[in-house]
Structures are given as C-alpha cells and as structure tokens.
C-alpha cells in the first residue's frame, strides 16, 4: 500500500486525481443534463423518471454525498497543486538566478584572464 500512497503523492498522480475528480464531476452534469432533458419529452416520460429517482431515494443521497466530498477533494487538490507549482516555480527562478551568478562569476574571471594574457 505504500508504493499506491507514494505514486498518488507524487506530482503526477495528484494531476491523475485531478482529471479523475474532475471526470467524474463532469459525468455528473452529464446525467444531471440527461435527466432534465427529459422534461422535453413530455410530462409523463419525466414524472415516471422522477417516481424512479423516488423510489432510489436512499441511494440518491449516498451518492450526493459522495459527490459533495468528490467536489471538495478536487478543490482541495486544485489549490494544493497551485501552491506547489508556485513554490516549485520560484524555487526553479532560484536555482536559474543562482546558476546566472555563477555563469556570471565564471565568465567574469575568465575574461579577466584573457585580458590579463593580452596586456602581456
């Protein structure tokens, strides 16, 4: 179980989290679609579908639970991979200024060695 929890943590999967959270949001606007669509087939073909949802009711509300905590488990990890990138952004425009300063270093003496073996 640790190798699942370390590959779900990694960079990757928390973006596999996010399009599976995020497909699974949207097949619920899908059928939530589907069902309302069904008001322009008449009254009667609605009416029966709602008696079936009624019927389900139990079940209706598990799984709007189910979808309010995939709501929140997406948004939860939307921010989170936002401020991971920030942090990983700042810390690569770190790391490129400090390579900079360094190109600059090494640069800088070895044209000082070059002008040096010139006045010579």
Excluded: C, Q
Aim: glycine share 4%.
């Amino acid at each position: 179980m640790g190798w699942l929890n370390d590959r779900l943590n990694s960079s990757i999967g928390k973006k596999v989290i996010m399009a599976v959270t995020g497909i699974l949001l949207i097949l619920f606007l899908v059928v939530h679609l589907l069902n309302n669509l069904l008001l322009y087939l008449g009254p009667d073909i609605f009416n029966e579908n709602v008696a079936r949802l009624e019927a389900v009711k139990p079940l209706v509300r598990v799984i709007e639970v189910i979808l309010a905590l995939i709501f929140i488990f997406h948004i939860y990890n939307a921010i989170r991979l936002y401020f991971e990138n920030k942090k990983d952004e700042y810390f690569s425009l770190w790391m490129k200024r400090l390579r900079d300063e360094a190109e600059i270093e090494i640069y800088g003496e070895n044209l000082k060695k070059i002008f040096e073996e010139e006045k010579i």
